[in-house]
C-alpha cells in the first residue's frame, strides 16, 4: 500500500527541473509496473505541506514529449503516496489572453498526439476502463489553485481549452490556425497522454499552463521565429510567479 502522506505532487515541464520552494528534500527513484519514472521523485516540504516533485522530461531535459513513460511518471507519484497532481506545462499561446509569461488553467483539452500508449489498458488481461472525462481537469484543485492566485495577487487565465500536439517539433501556422478555429487557447506538447492517464488512475489532475512564446502565427510578429531562448527566458520570468503562487497555496 502507499504511504498517503504527501499533499501535492508538482510535475515541471519545460524549464522547471527544480522546486527552489521545496525544502528538507528526499529523493526516491520508484520502479512502476509501468517501468521508471523520467527521473528521481524529491519529496520534500513547501510551507506547512508535504510534496513530491517529478521534470516531466528528466532533470537534464533528455526525454521528448513523445518518449516521456507518462505512466510510469504518475505510478511513481501515486506510489510514493501522492492523490493528486498539479501538472505544470510550458506551453505557446493562441489566442489574445494567453500572451507570452501568461499563466492560464485551462478546463478543457482537445488531444491531437498520436502513436503514445495513453491508457493503463494495454497489456492483456488488464480491465478495460472508460473513465468519464467529459471535464479532463479535477474542478476542486482548480479551484483551489485559482483561489490561491487571487490570494497571491498572480493574474492567471482561469479556463480554456489546452491543445496536446505531438511534436517534438514546432507546429505549421496552418496547424495553429487549426486549432485555434478548433478553441484552443494553449498548444503543448504534454498534456496528454498525462491528463487522461491521472484520470484512470484515480489521481485528482490539475493543468498550469506557463505561455512560453506566442505559438506559429498568433503573435503581432507575423515573421516571428520562435527560439528556445525565448522560451526558456520567458518560463524564468514567470516560474517566480509560480513559485509564489504555490507558498501561498501551501502555507495553510
Ligand atoms: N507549441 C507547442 N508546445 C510548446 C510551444 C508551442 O508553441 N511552446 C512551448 N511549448
Redesign the pocket.
Known sequence: MPMTDIDLAIIG??GVYALAELSDTRSELPETRYGMPSGPVRIGTIGARRVAFLARHGEGHGVPPHRINYRANLAALQQVGASRVLAL?????ITARCGPRALVCPDQLIDYTWGRISTLCEEAGTPVLHVDFGDPYTAALRRELLAAASAAQVAIVDGGCYGA?Q?PR??TRAE?ARMRRDGCDI???TGMPEAGLARELGLGYACLGI??????GAGPDPDEV?TMDE?LGNVAVATADVGRLLRQWLAG
Open positions: 515541464g519545460t506545462n510550458t506551453v505557446g499561446g500536439t511534436g514546432l507546429e495553429i498548444v503543448g506538447m505561455v512560453a512564446n506566442w505559438a506559429a520562435i522560451v
